[in-house]
């Protein structure tokens, strides 16, 4: 399969987020509210929600996007409507966000 769309190469973003102790159910809640949000955005093509194996201390989420243009208007529009804003984070620190140019892919990519 090929990694490129109609409006150019695909944008794969993984989101690591470590979480504070407790916060667990809180922290899934929030990043699963989030996604039903993105599933509506232009250009959004598919998102996992993962954690390591038997570990209730991080959770990571990768998206799939047709573009980085896409994402990044995702980024914008998501910080302007700040949803969370008045809830106390379940996050140690800020997420470690990383953004990849698809080369390659297999499956629903």
């Known amino acids: 399969m090929q990694s490129r769309s109609s409006s150019g190469t695909r944008c794969v973003v993984v989101v690591r987020h470590a979480i504070k102790p407790g916060k667990y159910d809180y922290a899934r809640q929030r990043i699963e509210s989030n996604g039903v949000r993105m599933a509506e955005a232009q250009g959004f093509v598919s998102r996992i929600l993962v954690h390591p194996y038997g570990q209730t201390d991080e959770l990571a989420t990768v998206t799939v996007w047709d573009s980085k ?7 914008e529009q998501n910080r302007k409507a700040n949803v969370h804003r008045d809830a106390e984070s379940p996050y140690v620190g800020s997420p470690d966000t990383r953004v990849f140019e698809a080369i390659s892919g297999l499956g629903s990519f």
């Not at 243009?69 to 980024?75: A, E, L, R």
């Open 69 to 75: 243009q896409s994402y990044d208007t995702w980024v």
